[in-house]
């Protein structure tokens, strides 16, 4: 039987062009924090995909108090504070994305690093996940990962740069002491696109070789390793993030199971 009352129980939903994922905290249950990965379809579309989880999965039939969707996409585009007008919002991403089907629009203001993340996603998937839960806010995977990244740029005193690797993708954040310097998202397929990516960028950036630092997460360990392998020759200060000491007191634990940026949003606040 479905609980009523929602007990400050919350929902975070992750929608990735090729999967699906909730999880669930309910502090007055015996099994406080769920994690599920969804079996998408791969022969539907991702909305028709998005309709039979609303439907079937039973994580998804209970009433929470908060829920969080958290959009993995590189169609995002980055507009500093001072220059952003929310009325704006379909302008900015239609000029950064000009051939992009009609979307449905979001966007996160980040305060605290001084820019606003605009955003599309199939207007269908919104309009689903929306009329299931009215409430629900969305942010895209960069938002959290910007937030979280500049927090831990702000030890030492040196540059940092941080690739996530995902969905057969790779998200390169650059900092300079908690201000943002550069952040983009580009489609690799072997350890060798990775490498070009992280030192074109790196170079673009005039990263000192030595002083400067990268750090690699994701979701693929032999893809990272091998990296690190492959690329320490090029720069000096390279390590992997260890996710059991990011988030050792939260209670995911650090789950090498849970995409990395569905982590963030877990413990960024938002």
């Not at 769920?34 to 609303?54: C, F, G, H, R």
């Not at 629009?105 to 929306?130: C, E, M, P, T, W």
């Not at 927090?151 to 943002?180: I, P, Q, V």
């Amino acid at each position: 039987m479905t609980e009523k009352n929602p007990n400050n129980k919350s929902l975070s939903i992750r929608v990735s062009t090729n999967g699906l994922s909730f999880c669930s905290y309910k502090p007055m249950s015996n099994t406080q924090f769920e994690y599920k990965v969804y079996d998408i379809q791969p022969t539907i579309s991702l909305a028709a995909n998005v309709k039979e989880a609303l439907r079937n999965e039973p994580m998804l039939k209970d009433e929470y108090q908060r829920v969080n969707v958290l959009i993995t996409t590189p169609h995002f585009t980055t507009v500093p504070v001072a220059y952003f007008n929310f009325d704006d919002a379909v302008k900015y991403y239609e000029c950064a994305f000009p051939k992009d089907k009609p979307q449905h629009v979001s966007y996160n203001v980040l305060r605290r690093s001084g820019i606003a993340i605009v955003f599309g996603l199939d207007k269908n998937v919104y309009q689903l996940i929306h009329d299931d839960f009215p409430r629900a806010r969305f942010y895209a995977s960069a938002s959290t990962l910007i937030e979280f990244f500049g927090e831990k740029s702000m030890f030492g005193t040196n540059r940092k740069m941080y690739a996530y690797l995902h969905d057969k993708e790779l998200t390169l954040y650059a900092f300079d002491n908690g201000r943002m310097l550069f952040v983009n998202t580009f489609a690799v397929g072997t350890v060798a696109d990775t490498q070009y990516y992280i030192l074109n960028v790196w170079k673009q950036l005039g990263f000192d070789q030595v002083e400067d630092s990268l750090s690699i997460v994701g979701d693929t360990l032999e893809h990272r390793k091998e990296l690190v392998s492959k690329t320490q020759n090029f720069i000096g200060n390279i390590s992997l993030i260890d996710r059991r000491e990011d988030f050792r007191n939260e209670l995911t634990g650090g789950n090498a199971n849970i995409p990395y940026d569905l982590q963030t949003l877990l413990v960024c606040g938002f």
